[in-house]
């Protein structure tokens, strides 16, 4: 077998295969025995066509058939034992088979192209500090309270403490119906954050059967001709009393405490201790994966380049692949490929780049990942999980677990030389308020 490597860009090469007679004589003759079977000639009993009639009627086809899967065979074997590591779907390009003398073939396949690596260190990079103060602690127990709520039913509204429910139906700017489009039976909870205010202040002081006009200010894009265009409108409505229900709240006792934590947490000092731990620890992480995004974007555009077509749609067509599985889990049956495949292009680029750009650093900074190393995590692995170490390497294997682990160490590298610096949380909205102005 005689091969060679044509280089036809920085991101695609091509491999070009000769194969003797001799060496590919197996599977040619396992073609053969295979095709025997199926074929059914008069005077024969099917499958006991002579081979040599069989050469002389079918031999082309057949060994034309076979050598196109010799050739993707022998392509994936090659691969392998020279480490190509081929990074979309390869094509072939060219296939020549001379019966009895030899079969040659060329196959392109993309690559991760090499980069002259720009500022990849010493980039500023700023990391938010989020402090929880007992304001947030607050809030976290008051949605927590309203979780375990009670409703009583009521006769008018005094506060924003009610749900209600309603008929709510459009009016036109004098108040007159806009026929069709009417609401019945709809749940207001008159205490959530996100139901408008106009609403809330309107149903002050209102009785069951009495109604209530609220307006709100809309605004979307339209098409006009080819070009897109905001459209800015106040919508009106009237709302229809039909039930009232008060909210009411548990009250903050030992009693409570223990039950809504299962006994975890005895009194209410001991429950707000573990909420603020909580939510400090949620924020550290956001504010964590904010600096990555940041510092791993501010590497990406430092290093701007156009990734491999063909590696950019096998990202793609992987992410709306697991968008598709969410959405059958979900039970979600109307789930659109092409609204999917549009909105995710953006981001199958962008992690094009960032995986190219991941192995030129480990590349130039001698980063690896040592067999024993995905050894080692595998005994930890197993002692927790009680999954042989055996499996757990063969389930590293199909999955690319070293890929992940390089990527780490590719962050660990990027985070130690760059500049994370911390600001404070009030210090960063501040910084927006003056970009925003």
């Not at 590591?85 to 030899?102: C, F, Y």
């Not at 092409?338 to 991941?358: D, T």
């Amino acid at each position: 077998m005689e091969t060679k490597i044509n280089v036809i860009s920085q991101s695609e090469h091509e491999l070009e295969v000769s194969l003797g007679y001799d060496e590919i004589q197996t599977e040619i003759d396992e073609a053969y025995n295979k095709e025997r079977k199926k074929i059914d000639l008069p005077g024969f009993r099917k499958g006991k066509v002579p081979l040599p009639m069989l050469k002389k009627m079918y031999g082309d086809a057949i060994e034309h058939q076979a050598s196109e899967e010799i050739a993707n065979k022998k392509f994936w074997q090659i691969v392998e034992e020279q480490s190509l590591n081929p990074i979309s779907t390869p094509k072939m390009t060219d296939i020549n088979l001379e019966r009895g003398v030899k079969l040659s073939f060329k196959i392109q396949y993309e690559v991760k192209p090499d980069l002259e690596l720009k500022n990849i260190t010493g980039n500023e990079v700023k990391k938010i500090v989020w402090t929880v103060d007992d304001h947030q602690v607050d809030r976290e127990l008051e949605y927590l309270l309203h979780k375990n709520r009670t409703l009583e039913p009521a006769e008018d509204i005094t506060d924003t403490n009610y749900v209600i429910t309603a008929d709510l139906q459009k009016v036109d700017d004098a108040g007159n119906d806009v026929e069709g489009i009417r609401s019945e039976n709809i749940q207001i909870d008159l205490s959530d954050e996100r139901v408008t205010q106009d609403i809330k202040d309107k149903a002050q002081n209102k009785k069951i059967g009495e109604s209530f006009d609220f307006s709100f200010h809309d605004h979307h894009e339209t098409m006009e001709g080819e070009e897109k265009k905001i459209v800015h409108e106040d919508i009106h409505y009237r709302c229809l009393v039909k039930t009232i229900q008060k909210i009411v709240l548990p009250e903050l006792t030992e009693e409570f405490v223990q039950k809504i934590t299962k006994n975890k947490f005895k009194n209410l000092e001991e429950w707000r201790v573990n909420i603020k731990n909580g939510l400090q620890s949620y924020y550290d992480q956001q504010s964590e994966d904010m600096m990555l995004n940041s510092l791993l974007s501010t590497v990406v555009k430092n290093n701007e380049f156009n990734p491999p077509h063909g590696y950019v749609h096998f990202m793609l067509d992987r992410f709306v692949k697991n968008e598709e599985e969410k959405a059958k889990r979900d039970g979600n049956k109307n789930f659109d490929r092409k609204e999917a495949h549009n909105r995710l292009h953006g981001q199958a680029e962008w992690s094009a780049k960032w995986q190219i750009i991941v192995a030129n650093i480990a590349k130039q900074e001698n980063l690896t990942v040592e067999e024993t190393e995905l050894e080692t995590l595998a005994q930890k692995e197993a002692e927790d999980t009680g999954i042989s170490v055996e499996k757990l390497m063969k389930y590293y294997q199909d999955s690319n677990r070293a890929e992940a682990l390089l990527e780490e160490k590719v962050i660990d590298f990027l985070k130690k030389n760059n500049d994370i610096k911390e600001v404070s949380s009030t210090e960063y909205q501040n910084s927006i308020k003056k970009e925003g102005e």
